[in-house]
T-cell receptor, first 112, second 115 residues
Framework: DQQVKQNSPSLSVQEGRISILNCDYTNSMFDYFLWYKKYPAEGPTFLISISSIKDKNEDGRFTVFLNKSAKHLSLHIVPSQPGDSAVYFCAASEEGAQKLVFGQGTRLTINP | GAGVSQSPSNKVTEKGKDVELRCDPISGHTALYWYRQSLGQGLEFLIYFQGNSAPDKSGLPSDRFSAERTGGSVSTLTIQRTQQEDSAVYLC?????????????FGDGTRLSIL
């Protein structure tokens, strides 16, 4: 049972435009959410996180939005840059648990 | 180095053999995690160590899988009698503590191929 779902396997965006990556979850016990970025042959790199007590967290070009009622979060990257081309994973954890539950990932390609 | 170090980076072995994968976490990080990523899938939690506490083994897929962490630092993941479905990238991560605000930092993984 896939508790964290990224329904878009890939996304292509023009350089300078906004990239929006989506993630849905089914487990209502999740209260902490993270986004990771992964280049080929490298481990995932932490990007940004959000606690369920917030609905938005911003760090430079990256903003994460959380809609608890819809069990949906999104990552906005603006403006998109060629170096943003990578696979993006969303992840979630329950209160009291340390393990992360990951989505399948979305491959983002930024076109010049 | 400053990051999480994993070895070997690649391992090819025959079905039925045992393998050992090593993880050297970031110095000072007390929490250590193992995940695996099968082809086209997200990361799947395997096991978690925090200090001297009993590890959370809830993600280990079978009793062929085991892990230990010696001296609160280096960890070894062992897979006995490997099967073809064990083929995956095995990723280790560490964090400063088990606190919720402590992101997990990943190594580059070991790509395991079972022939």
């Amino acid at each position: 049972d896939q508790q964290v779902k990224q329904n878009s396997p890939s996304l292509s965006v023009q350089e300078g435009r906004i990239s929006i990556l989506n993630c849905d979850y089914t487990n209502s016990m999740f209260d902490y959410f993270l986004w990771y970025k992964k280049y080929p042959a490298e481990g995932p790199t932490f990007l940004i996180s959000i606690s369920s007590i917030k609905d938005k967290n911003e760090d430079g070009r990256f903003t994460v939005f959380l809609n608890k009622s819809a069990k949906h979060l999104s990552l906005h990257i603006v403006p998109s840059q060629p170096g943003d081309s990578a696979v993006y994973f969303c992840a979630a954890s329950e209160e009291g648990a340390q393990k992360l539950v990951f989505g399948q990932g979305t491959r983002l390609t930024i076109n010049p | 180095g400053a990051g999480v170090s994993q070895s070997p980076s690649n391992k090819v072995t025959e079905k039925g053999k045992d393998v050992e994968l090593r993880c050297d976490p970031i110095s000072g990080h007390t929490a250590l995690y193992w995940y695996r990523q099968s082809l086209g899938q997200g990361l799947e939690f395997l096991i978690y160590f925090q200090g001297n506490s009993a590890p959370d083994k809830s993600g280990l897929p079978s009793d062929r899988f085991s892990a230990e962490r010696t001296g609160g630092s280096v960890s070894t993941l062992t897979i006995q009698r490997t099967q073809q479905e064990d083929s995956a990238v095995y990723l280790c991560a560490s964090s400063r503590s088990a606190g919720r605000g402590q992101p997990q930092h990943f190594g580059d993984g070991t790509r395991l191929s079972i022939l």
